[in-house]
């Protein structure tokens, strides 16, 4: 009787020896593809989010030299007429992120910044110069110098920059989806993101 009482208890431990075994090879495969699910999601959106806008502007360049002291005066100027295309990109493929599969934690460590590319077209009218201050590279490069600031202030004051940081949360928001509906969690810059990514964003 204590034999096959023996026997019983050793079956009975085996079977839940599997059973463990089992589920435990069934978690670390579901785990493992979790993790190549959310590593193929932050590959998808691994490409530029483009916000472009055109930008018109009207330049007039002056420029004096005295010649002999003050009393005679050789001058220079130029009316630029530049259209410039703007674009506004995030390259989310420089997103740095770690996967910590034991507490089922996605971390973002960094967002790029956005890059900014302006393209302008110049057109010069009423051009005209001494003989003794002709126009030169310098004047051009002047040129184009000032009317680049000028556009920056420009595209820093419009909303470009606002749509694209809305299109590129969209994107960051979709983590915040894929790996909620999957039981993990996310966080950014050692937050804890609980619901809404822009907010946490925004307030960064």
């Given at each position: 009787m204590k034999r096959?009482?023996?026997g019983i208890i050793v079956v009975l431990a085996g079977i839940l020896i599997f059973r463990s075994c089992s589920d435990d090879k069934e978690s670390k495969s579901i785990l493992q593809e979790n993790s190549m699910l959310i590593q193929q999601q932050i590959k998808n959106v691994s490409k530029l989010i483009v916000t472009e806008g055109h930008f018109a502007e009207v330049y007039n360049y002056k420029d004096s030299?005295?010649?002999f002291g003050p009393l005679l005066r050789a001058d220079k100027k130029a009316l630029v007429v530049v259209n410039a295309d703007v674009t506004i990109a995030y390259d989310l493929s420089k997103i740095e992120f770690r996967l910590d599969e034991e507490n089922r934690t996605l971390h973002i460590d960094y967002i790029p910044e956005p890059e900014i590319s302006l393209n302008p077209d110049f057109e010069y009218y009423d051009v005209t110069a001494d003989y003794l201050?002709?126009?030169?590279a310098g004047d051009y490069n002047t040129i184009k110098r000032n009317v680049k600031a000028s556009l920056m202030k420009k595209v820093e004051a419009s909303s470009l920059k606002t749509n694209a940081?809305?299109?590129l949360l969209s994107e960051l928001q979709k983590f915040y989806l894929l790996t909620n509906s999957m039981g993990w969690t996310l966080v950014y810059?050692?937050?804890?993101?609980?619901?809404?990514f822009h907010e946490l964003f925004i307030n960064d």
């Open positions: 096959v009482l023996v030299k005295e010649l201050n002709p126009f030169d940081q809305n299109r810059d050692n937050e804890v993101v609980k619901k809404d």
